[in-house]
């Protein structure tokens, strides 16, 4: 017994979905530490696809754009060939809703993993989107919480070189709004420091405090911003 650890007891659909999980488990592993035949699914449960550095993932999965999202898991349990043809998964056909129920409730107990690989594949989606369909465009996408820019508590921010916010998924609300002068919690000029960044090297790394919309936290978050045209985009994770 491990008396440390807090204990919570698996739910009737947990349990049912680790059965389910046996369809799974000879190429998938929850263990972060482990990497089998398939990439592991640790906090797979909103990841965006084809976004853990370790593994070697096909071009068509790369490619797909998707966000693990419990409709594109189901979608891809179903018949994942179906939805991103090419990939290497062989089909697994689980097309029963109660049972991917429970197999998405199973998944959602291996927790979170969000984190700088999960951040840059994000915003290389993003910067890509800005110029494969222009701002406008991108930008809709980037608000809209289906847009598939909207991973857990990542998501995607654009300002432009005056420090207006272009885009925010993580509030759509705040577009158009001059940020110029924001500070975090601790008193940083965090979008002047942004725009500072864009004019000189063009990318680079951000640190502040800033709340945590998913846990309502102010926690420690790191962005990644790169400048496409007259725009700065961003995407940030936090420390837990
Ligand atoms: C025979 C081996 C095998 C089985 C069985 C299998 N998978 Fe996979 N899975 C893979 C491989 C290989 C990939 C990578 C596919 C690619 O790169 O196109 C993958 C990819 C995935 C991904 C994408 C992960 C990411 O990081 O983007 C998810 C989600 C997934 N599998 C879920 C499942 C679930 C749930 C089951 C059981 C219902 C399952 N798989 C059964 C081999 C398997």
């Known amino acids: 017994m491990c008396a440390a650890l807090p204990v919570r007891a698996e739910t009737v659909e947990e349990a049912a979905g680790r059965h389910v999980f046996d369809h799974c488990k000879a190429c998938h592993s929850a263990d972060p530490g482990k990497q089998g035949f398939g990439p592991n699914l640790h906090g797979v449960v909103g990841r965006p696809a084809a976004s853990l550095p370790t593994f070697m993932y096909s071009e068509a999965l790369k490619a797909s754009g998707l966000i693990w999202t419990e409709d594109n898991l189901r979608a891809w349990i179903a018949g994942n060939d179906k939805l991103v043809p090419g990939t290497r998964m ?14 998405i409730a199973y998944l959602k107990t291996f927790g979170d993993s969000m984190g700088p690989e999960q951040a840059r594949v994000l915003l290389d989606r993003a910067v890509g989107k800005v110029k494969s369909d222009g701002p406008d465009k991108a930008f809709a996408a980037f608000n809209d919480p289906k847009g598939g820019f909207v991973a857990r508590d990542l998501y995607v921010f654009v300002f432009d070189m005056k420090g207006k916010y272009m885009a925010s998924g993580g509030n759509p609300k705040l577009t158009g709004t001059d940020a110029s002068k924001l500070q975090d919690a601790e008193g940083k000029a965090i979008v002047s420091e942004m725009i500072n960044i864009a004019n000189s090297t063009g990318k680079g790394e ?35």
């Open 90 to 103: 062989r089909h697994v056909a689980i097309t029963d809703r109660a049972e991917q129920d429970y197999l």
């Open 206 to 240: 951000v640190d502040y405090m800033w709340l945590n919309r998913v846990d309502n936290q102010v926690e420690k978050k790191r962005s990644m911003i790169q400048r496409v045209g007259d725009y700065i985009v961003g995407v940030g994770y936090y420390f837990h």
